[in-house]
Nanobody, 127 residues
Framework: QVQVAESGGDFVQTGGSLSLSCTVS????????MGWFRQAPGKEREPVSC????????DYSASVKGRFTISRDNAKNTLALQMNSLKPEDTAMYYC????????????????????WGQGTQVTVSS
């Protein structure tokens, strides 16, 4: 059984930074494409970032590119998302998830998100 546990969400001011992390078990992490998606109340899920097996390829949604950085540690089965220059529109629940694919087109598709994710961690950015 795949288990995903996110942490790091918080309340921050506009322009602030947060670092999210998640720990994954129940699968061969190094063989798994991973990523983050977010969902704000009343809005559709939005893939935010993804990373390939070895961390050599990363992709970002247009809304976060240049501000967020995804990384992984295969030795520790962990995934991270460094978020800088946060904006009120970044306010959402953030989920660490298995992704089916990663690429500049894949990051635009909801179908790129796999079937395993955690409970989420709340990020709130005040204006």
């Amino acid at each position: 059984q795949v288990q995903v546990a996110e942490s790091g969400g918080d309340f921050v001011q506009t322009g602030g930074s947060l670092s999210l992390s998640c720990t994954v078990s129940g699968l061969i992490f190094a063989d798994t494409i991973m990523g983050w998606f977010r969902q704000a109340p009343g809005k559709e899920r939005e893939p935010v970032s993804c990373i390939d097996w070895y961390g050599q390829r990363t992709d970002y949604s247009a809304s976060v590119k240049g501000r967020f950085t995804i990384s992984r540690d295969n030795a520790k089965n962990t995934l991270a998302l460094q978020m800088n220059s946060l904006k009120p529109e970044d306010t959402a629940m953030y989920y660490c998830a298995v992704f089916r694919s990663c690429g500049p087109e894949a990051i635009k598709r909801l179908t790129s998100i796999g079937s395993d994710w955690g409970q989420g961690t709340q990020v709130t950015v005040s204006s």
